[in-house]
Each structure stands twice: as C-alpha cells, then as structure tokens.
C-alpha cells in the first residue's frame, strides 16, 4: 500500500513538473496569507495555498519541515541531530461548485511512514449544512484541525497535543458542519460519528492511561474496535477584529462489550471537553493563542492507580512581532519573538492509602525568535527547558535544549 502511494504521488508530482518545464504560465498559485488566522480554525483544511495548472480542477500543495536539535536531560546531552520532521501534500478537486474534495497525505521519517491524515469529500446543502464523509480530522480543540507546521512560531508542536491528545487525530465516518455570519462575527459548528478509541488506551506499553496510543492502531480506518461511534462535536464564534473561542466535545466508549453476542464488560467511556482561543491586541499586535483540554476515562478497578482517571493540560502561545517591513532583500519580512507554556497533568488525583497528590507531570517553558521573510516560511530558533515529575512526586527531571528549523509552504 505504501510503495503504490509513493508511485501515485510521485507520478502526479513528475506530470506537473513535466507541465511546468513545458508552459510556466499555466500555473495559478492561491496566495493565502496563513499567520493572519481570519478564517476559523474550521476553515484551516482549505486555508492553505495551493498551486492550480490551467483549468485542471485539481490543485496541489503542501509544506515542509526540518530542524537541528541539541538537547538533554539531568545534564547528560545526547549530542547533536538533524531531524526531518514531516512532507506533507494536498490535493484538492472542485467536482461540482458544491462538492469539494481534498486530501492530506503526510511522509515522515524520511518516508518510513505515510500516513492520510485526511480525505474528504464535502457537499454544500446549505452554508448551515454542509455534508463530509471520509477521514475526517476530529475537531477536539483547533490544533488539530489547524497544525500546519508554517503557521506556528515553535520547531515543535506542543507538548499538552502530542502526549495528552493524539495530534493529528482522524477517523473515517461522516458528518455536517456549517456557518453563518453577522456584522463582524462568525459562527461555526461541525459534528460527526466515526470509529473511536479501542483498549490501547489503557492497554499499552506507556504504563499509564493514554488516548495517544490509539493513534498507533491503524486498524481503525478498517472498521470500529467495539461496534460503538465516536461521536466529535465543536461551536466556535470568531469576530474579526478580535478573535476566536471555540468549544468542544469528544466521547465515546473504547472497550470492546460483547463477542459472539455475549457481553463480556460493561461499556466504559472516554470524553474529552477543550476550550481553545486565538485572540489578538490590536493595540500591541499581540496574538496568544491557547488551548486546554480535560480527558475522563472510565479506567477498571482492577487497574493499579498508575492509571489516571482523569487528565488535563494545554498550551498558551504569545507571539509579539518587533519588526515588520523590508529585510535581506524581501518587501514584507516579519521578526516575531514568541514565548510558550505547556503543561500536562496525565494522573489528576491522589493516592487512596496516603492522599498524597500523584505525580506524571510535566511543563516546559520555550522562547523564540522567528524570521518570515514571506507569510508562508519561517524560520526559527528556540530555546526550550522542562520538568517532569514521575508518579510518586520524586524531584524532578530537568530537560532543556535548543532547536533551529524551518518550516515552508510550496
């Protein structure tokens, strides 16, 4: 399956270079200007740029990430290293003014693995009602749905979205999503039933409850783990001089209940609830952006305390650009400095015998600066230093490092 996706990917990249050698002036590109964020978070799967030949209804896509590491833990550094994150590429096709297709195929460890993070196909009832099948990004929070490498000003992604949610989660199943409009605000929701969590949340090699390890279960495009949907559900208003707040939900149960028509265990459930903002200070040309998520699992009682019940934590971003205007030759080059706090709590509670708080927890403060000498590259340097505390609270580890990267649409 992935050697028949290289080739198919490779062959339409060759036919469009082979086009461009052949007439340059077919190709339009769609300038979109990703740092301004005057879409919704909702909007982000078509709020990209993308590259159109001619009066093909086809248009193509993608970015690109890379960075130097050189980091360690208790002082002990493990050296330096050259990571290449991701390659990833969009194909969209306009089948009908009201039917829209697109898809998000993702390469990473130089190609190793090839993962669809998304493929849809979207039909236009209404502007409230808009039907999508496919695999669908579940929309718990905006990270997930809006995680595009070159909109963000850090080499990495956050920390409370990668270990505490399953960044880049997506299912197959179907749903309706829609908005509105009013003077300066927007309105938007989006809900859908797909396949879900299985056992592996609680069943895996991490030695704690973890919604992550799902995401390592690729058998979920094949068909539910328990017979039970998933159901993702999220509102969110936006107004445009100001910003956005969204509102979401995620819950389903992840244990399989019967085989052979014979019930086995009781339906155990995973709900998720997440708040996320991107605002902005017209008056200082701040944005800070955020999320915070809480996870509830219902966990056996034949589990040791090891495996928390319930989880929490989340990011805040604050980006402050300090120069705006021409730099090594571009018109419009940005400078940002940017700061971020991430945290993540993955056993909230305490100790039946003692009452003493459980521990599992980390948080990391990392500091930036970041040069866009055009809105759809940048390039970054961060600093970053952490702490995490292991179940029983002993002293912290300490972690820190530094990173350099880039990140770019073509």
């Keep these: 399956m992935k050697f028949l996706l290289t080739c ?7 036919a469009l270079s082979l086009a461009a050698q052949a007439d340059t002036s077919l190709f339009k590109r769609k300038h979109v200007d990703t740092t301004q964020q005057t879409a919704m978070n909702m909007d982000a799967v078509y709020n990209r740029p993308f590259l159109q030949m001619g009066t093909m209804p086809v248009s193509i896509g993608g970015y690109l990430e890379a960075n130097y590491r050189y980091e360690g833990e208790q002082g002990i550094s493990t050296g330096h290293s050259f ?7 969009f194909f969209a096709a306009a089948i009908d003014p009201r039917i829209r297709f697109l898809t998000e195929i993702e ?5 190793s693995e090839i993962a669809i993070e998304f493929a849809s196909v ?59 409009f009013s003077n300066d605000w927007s309105f938007g929701y989006e809900a859908y039933l797909t396949n879900g969590f299985d056992e592996s949340i609680i069943d895996n090699d991490l030695g704690r409850t973890s919604l992550v ?7 979920r495009f094949f068909g539910s783990s328990n017979g039970h ?19 979401s939900y995620m819950g389903g149960v992840y244990n399989q209940t019967t085989t052979e ?29 955020g999320e915070w ?18 989880q929490m934590g989340g990011y805040v971003d604050v980006v402050q650009p300090i120069y705006r205007g021409a730099l090594f030759g571009f018109d419009k080059a940005v400078v940002n400095l940017s700061v971020r706090a991430d945290y993540v709590d993955w056993n909230v509670g305490t100790f039946n015998e003692t009452g003493d708080a459980i521990g599992d927890e980390m948080w990391a403060i990392t500091a930036g600066v970041s040069f866009r000498p055009v809105a759809q590259t940048v390039f970054r340097i961060n600093a970053r230093m952490g702490r995490s505390t292991d179940l029983l609270g002993n002293p912290p580890l300490r972690s820190g490092g530094i990173l350099v990267g880039f990140a770019s649409y073509f």
């Design 107 to 111: 390469f990473e460890g130089g190609g």
């Design 229 to 247: 949907p998933l159901l993702s559900a999220k509102v969110a208003t936006r107004h445009q001089r100001v910003g956005e707040i969204g509102l």
């Design 8 to 14: 198919f990917v490779g062959s339409v990249l060759a």
């Design 122 to 180: 979207d039909v236009t009832l209404a502007d409230l009602c808009v039907l999508r099948g496919g695999i669908l990004m579940n929309p718990i929070g905006a990270f997930n749905q809006n995680h595009d490498g070159p909109k963000w000003e850090f080499v990495d992604r956050p920390v409370s979205m990668t270990q505490l949610l399953p960044a880049t989660w997506s299912n197959v199943g179907f749903g309706a999503y829609g908005k509105t």
């Design 261 to 289: 028509g014979v019930t086995i265990d009781q339906a155990r459930r995973v709900d998720v609830v997440d708040v996320d903002v991107n605002v902005g200070i017209p008056s200082l040309d701040t944005r800070i952006i």
């Design 213 to 219: 390890a799902t995401k390592e279960q690729s058998s």
């Design 293 to 310: 998520a809480w996870v509830f699992v219902d966990v056996p009682s034949t589990y040791s305390q090891q495996y928390g019940s319930k």
């Design 83 to 89: 990571q290449m994150q991701r390659l990833t590429l």
